[in-house]
């Protein structure tokens, strides 16, 4: 079972930048694809950006498209979300997760997340 740890959330200004982390562990972690995905206070969790196994394909929701970028480096373990251009409607908890089928939909294991705030 795959374990995943979020980190590097904060509070930011909007138009500033912010990279979040996800630690993954567990059995054959470097050869899933993964995800991030967030969720607005009162709203579903969505999908927001997804890294094929060996960060060769990348994908976005076209809301993060061109401020976002997804990396990963299977050295580490490590999933990033490189978020530049913040605006107020990226406020959210922010979640990292295994893929169960490319690009958008999630494996059911899921970190505690981290909460990025924009300020207006």
């Known amino acids: 079972q795959v374990q995943l740890v979020e980190s590097g959330g904060g509070l930011v200004q909007a138009g500033g930048s912010l990279r979040l982390s996800c630690a993954v562990s567990?059995?054959?972690?470097?050869?899933?694809?993964m995800g991030w995905f967030r969720q607005a206070p009162g709203k579903e969790r969505e999908f927001v950006a997804a890294?094929?196994?060996?960060?060769?394909?990348?994908y976005y929701t076209d809301s993060v498209k061109g401020r976002f970028t997804i990396s990963r480096d299977n050295a580490k373990n490590t999933v990033y979300l490189q978020m530049n251009s913040l605006k107020a409607e990226d406020t959210a908890v922010y979640y990292c997760?295994?893929?169960?089928?490319?690009?958008?939909?999630?494996?059911?294991?899921w970190g505690q997340g981290t909460q990025v705030t924009v300020s207006s």
């Open positions: 997760a295994a893929l169960s089928q490319w690009p958008t939909v999630p494996r059911d294991y």
């Open positions: 567990g059995p054959t972690s470097t050869t899933y694809s």
């Open positions: 890294i094929n196994w060996n960060g060769e394909m990348t």
